[in-house]
Structures are given as structure tokens and as C-alpha cells.
């Protein structure tokens, strides 16, 4: 094990420091030898000039014929046309003065009332990303308080709705999806609207669309006359939206300077177009994943956090990272079944979870720390002499880290002075570039999610199998067992699933399906009996 001096010595030649951002990347703890850069120096070049040529407006996304232009909403100079440019410019105008106007009062409720609160409809890269932001940069002086229906789960909804309460009359509804069609977020809408009505008010006067142009949403909020709608690209995948209206519009009503998010991302998008690898944390970063995982995702990536405001990050990173890289095929067609599998938590509560695993257990595994410099607003009080509860968090933080370093597992740090709007969009910046370029190291698309259709695809034929059951009990009122019913439909290769549906129904007694438990639970009989 190399002494202090040594590690000492090591930190100074592995630290990217990046002033322009507020950020730097320490690798010491990553065990690379001495001609690892120079070995990867014509990949990292070439991913590159990929990104230059994705930048410039190249068709990324091949399977739906689409560009990848998220950089070009914090830069719209760098759009490949005027149209573009236009477009990013105005929708942003449109997001301050909308949101100026409700803040001022002047959109308020039927009543006359200002909107207190934020319902964001949404799943996935619609919800994830206004999440982690809107956690991470809530304060006491927030403008509205958000909420967020981000999954079709009857119960989950009906726990926000009891949240809201009577303040459902004074809450503004963002019902974002692109297509319009995805099923989770129309569910979540169809229940908003029905706890609206149910609380006698009308749904159309507090709701507003973010989605594709002239999509089913985008026209449902033309006929009703929604109070406002904002554009959704096809260029802008849902796990790199959040530097759009997506993410903007709700972190702009709850009073997050938006601009200044902007700003961060967009600095670091210049400092991460930086050609020299060393001055380039992405690519850095990049190059780290590649070796501690041989490029194949042999390892996972574990995010400590030491800062309570980016607990929702490793969630946010979950969908950015492995909805990119988790692919079956390179881009040559060959079979791969490449991934990055990511978890974590925050520190110091992984002291007291997982971190006994990291340090002894096994080694599949190599860890981010994200380390924030400034413990709070406002000064400390001391809790032990001459210590704060900041000096602790930090304590953990580089304890933890030296203690996984002595047991051979391997660790980046990420610091940051604090966590500011400013910071949080270098870091989803960062994050996306670093995306980028690993997915070109290892040759795969990190722009289309052939895995995430056919889930939704496979979700379709449970409920149509669904209605067929239904469907049948219906009409023939005799008690049936899964099989016996599966034969009946003719699908006798269905029969587990036909069982699975038949316990969910029987469990909620509005739908009028009984179960008659059996010795051997298989053996189950299901009428509807209504």
C-alpha cells in the first residue's frame, strides 16, 4: 500500500481542476498504471470528433431518424439552423414570462386566488430530472411548493392528493409527456382530473401542456383550453431534458434561477469540449469508467453523495447513464450486452448501510464521492470542541474513502464548493458529456432505448389479455381456474399470467372478481359476481 507521501504525490498529478465551473475531479484512487492514457489517447480523440459531429446536428438516434441536440438549449448559437435557434429562444422567453405572471397573480386560480403549488405530471426523464433539481435547490423562499404524480400507482396518487388537500383549488398542474400517449402520464392525468372535479373544480383552468407539437396531449390542450403550452423537441431525448421546459418551467415556478442553471451547464459544456483529455473531467471521467469496468460494465457505479440536497442524483443518473449505455448491440450490429449499473445513497447514511459491503465484501464496485465544501448558509455551531456537524460529513466522507482505498476498492471524488443552480447544471452537464463519450469508447448508441419500447409493448398485451379475461367472466358466471380459463381463451401458455391478473383484480373489490382460495393456491377459482 503506497504511504502518504505517495498518495500525496499521486493526488497532484490526478487532479483535473476546472475553476470556470466550481469543480474538479480527483482520480488518485483509481488504480491505472502509468501508460493508461496514452493507450486510450486515439479513442478519447476519436469520441471527440464524434461529439463535434453529434453537436453539429448529425442523425444520432437512427432508429427514429433524430438529431441529439440537448447542449443547444443552454447554447442556442450551436444549433444547426436559425429555426432551431428560434425555437429554444423563444420557449425560454415564453418560461419567464409565464412563470412572472403567475408569481405576480396575474394567472391565478378560477378564484382569484395565486397557485401556491406545483403538480408535476410526468415518469421517467419527465419527472426524474425536475426532481432532482427541485430538490436539490429548495429553500425557504421557494415561490411554489412542488408535488409530483410520476408513476401509475393508485395509491402514490392519492397520497399526493391528500397532501394537497383543500390547496388543490390554488395548485397548477404540468402534465408533461412528448408523445402525449405514454400511459403512465395519461393515467396520472386522468386522476388529476377527476380529484379536480371531484373537488368541484375543472381541471382545463389549472393545467398546463408540456409536449411535442401537435401531439395527442398538445391538441387535447388546444380543445380544452389549458392555460398555456410549452414545445417538447424530438432532438431532446426524456433522460437529457431537463435543461429544457421539462425541467425548466417547473424549477422556474418554484423559484430556481433558471438561468444561472443554464449558465452552469453551458460553461460546462465548453470546458468539456476541451480536446487536451487531462483538462477535460468527462473525459476523464469517461476514461475511468473504461477501465474500471474493461469497457464492458463489469463493475457498478456507486454515487456518495455527502450532501443531503443531492440524495435524488444517483436516481437521476440511474435513467441517464444505464437507459444510454445498457444496450444488447454495438453499432455494428454485434451482440454486446453492454451496461453501467448504478446505485447509491448519501453520506454519512451509508455509513450505516452499504459501506460495510463496500469495504469487505465483494469487489464489484467502484465508487463517486461527491464532496460539497460549504456546510450551509449562515454560520456553525460547534458540537464537539473545535468541530461542526460540516467537519464530521467531511470526516466520513475522507474516512470512507481512505478506508475503501486500504481494502483495494477503487474511488473518484467530485468536489464542489456548494450546491448552487449554478452547480447543479455543471454536474448534469458533466454527467451527459461523460455519457456521451464513454458510448462512443465502447461503441455503442447511446441515443435510442430499443429496450424501454419493448417494455411498453409487453405491458400492452398484459392488458389486452387483461380485458379478454375480464371480458369472459363477464359472460360465463361459473367459478374458473386460471388454466381453465386460459383454455377457454385459447392461450394456454398464459395461464400464469391469467393467474397474476385474476389476484390483482380479486384484491380490488370494485372490480367484482372473487377469489375462492384453493388448498394449492394455483388451483384458485375467480367469478365475477355482480
Not at 459491503?357 to 465544501?373: W, Y
Request: hydrophobic share 40%; glycine share 8%.
Amino acid at each position: 500500500m503506497s504511504n502518504n507521501s505517495d498518495l500525496w504525490q499521486r493526488y497532484q498529478n490526478s487532479l483535473c481542476h476546472c475553476p470556470e465551473i466550481g469543480l474538479s475531479l480527483d482520480f488518485s484512487r483509481m488504480k491505472i498504471d502509468d501508460g493508461f492514457f496514452a493507450e486510450m489517447e486515439t479513442a478519447i480523440q476519436d469520441a471527440f470528433s464524434e461529439m463535434r459531429v453529434l453537436e453539429k446536428g448529425s442523425i444520432a438516434n437512427k432508429d427514429e431518424g433524430r438529431m441529439v441536440g440537448h447542449y443547444w438549449l443552454r447554447n442556442p448559437s450551436l444549433s444547426p439552423s436559425a429555426e432551431i435557434q428560434l425555437e429554444i429562444e423563444k420557449t425560454l422567453e415564453q418560461i419567464l414570462v409565464f412563470t412572472s405572471n403567475v408569481h405576480r397573480g396575474t394567472i391565478a386560480a378560477p378564484s382569484g386566488a395565486p397557485f401556491k403549488n406545483v403538480l408535476v405530471i410526468g415518469i421517467g426523464g419527465s419527472a426524474l430530472g425536475p426532481q432532482f433539481v427541485s430538490d436539490a435547490l429548495a429553500s425557504p423562499p421557494d415561490r411554489m411548493k412542488m408535488h409530483f404524480l410520476d408513476n401509475t400507482d393508485p395509491d402514490g396518487m392519492d397520497k399526493v392528493f391528500a397532501e394537497l388537500g383543500a390547496e388543490l383549488s390554488q395548485t397548477l398542474a404540468l402534465v408533461i409527456s412528448k408523445s402525449g400517449s405514454t400511459k403512465e402520464t395519461r393515467n396520472g392525468m386522468l386522476e388529476a382530473k377527476l380529484a379536480y372535479k371531484k373537488a368541484g373544480l375543472k381541471f382545463s383552468q389549472h393545467a398546463v401542456a408540456v409536449t411535442g407539437v401537435d401531439s395527442e396531449l398538445d391538441r387535447l390542450a388546444q380543445a380544452e383550453l389549458w392555460l398555456e403550452r410549452f414545445p417538447m423537441w424530438d432532438w431532446v431525448g426524456g433522460r437529457t431534458s431537463v435543461t429544457s421546459a421539462v425541467g425548466l418551467l417547473p424549477a422556474a415556478l418554484q423559484g430556481i434561477d433558471i438561468e444561472s442553471l443554464l449558465g452552469g451547464a453551458r460553461i460546462c459544456d465548453m470546458v468539456t469540449r476541451a480536446q487536451d483529455t487531462m483538462m477535460n473531467p468527462a473525459a476523464v471521467m469517461a476514461l475511468m469508467w473504461h477501465y474500471a469496468t474493461s469497457g464492458r460494465g463489469t463493475k457498478d457505479l456507486v454515487m456518495l453523495p455527502y450532501k443531503d440536497r443531492l440524495l435524488l442524483f444517483s436516481r437521476y443518473l440511474q435513467q441517464l447513464i444505464m437507459e444510454s449505455i445498457g444496450k444488447e448491440q454495438d453499432r455494428d450490429g454485434s451482440v454486446v450486452n453492454q451496461g453501467l449499473t448504478v446505485y447509491g445513497n448519501k453520506g454519512s447514511t451509508d455509513q450505516h448501510a452499504y459501506v460495510q459491503q463496500l469495504r469487505d465484501g465483494v469487489a464489484n464496485f467502484f465508487v463517486t464521492f461527491i464532496e460539497v465544501l460549504k456546510d450551509r448558509e449562515g454560520s456553525s455551531e460547534f458540537v464537539e470542541e473545535g468541530c461542526t456537524s460540516g467537519d464530521f460529513l467531511f470526516g466520513f466522507l475522507h474516512g470512507t474513502r481512505a478506508a475503501l482505498y486500504e481494502s483495494g476498492r477503487e474511488s473518484m471524488t467530485i468536489t464542489i464548493k456548494q450546491v448552487n443552480a449554478h452547480t447543479v447544471g455543471a454536474l448534469i452537464a458533466l454527467f451527459e458529456r461523460t455519457v456521451g463519450l464513454y458510448a462512443s469508447l465502447v461503441n455503442i448508441n447511446a441515443y435510442h432505448q430499443p429496450g424501454v419500447e419493448a417494455g411498453k409493448k409487453a405491458a400492452g398485451t398484459v392488458i389486452a389479455l387483461q380485458k379478454a379475461v375480464v371480458e369472459l367472466l363477464h359472460k360465463d358466471h361459473r367459478s374458473l381456474t386460471a388454466t381453465e380459463i386460459a383454455g377457454l381463451l385459447g392461450t394456454p401458455d398464459q395461464a400464469e399470467m391469467i393467474f397474476s391478473i385474476l389476484r390483482h383484480l380479486a384484491a380490488n373489490p370494485e372490480r367484482g372478481i372473487t377469489q375462492n382460495n384453493a388448498f394449492t393456491v394455483t388451483d384458485s377459482t375467480f367469478r365475477f359476481d355482480r
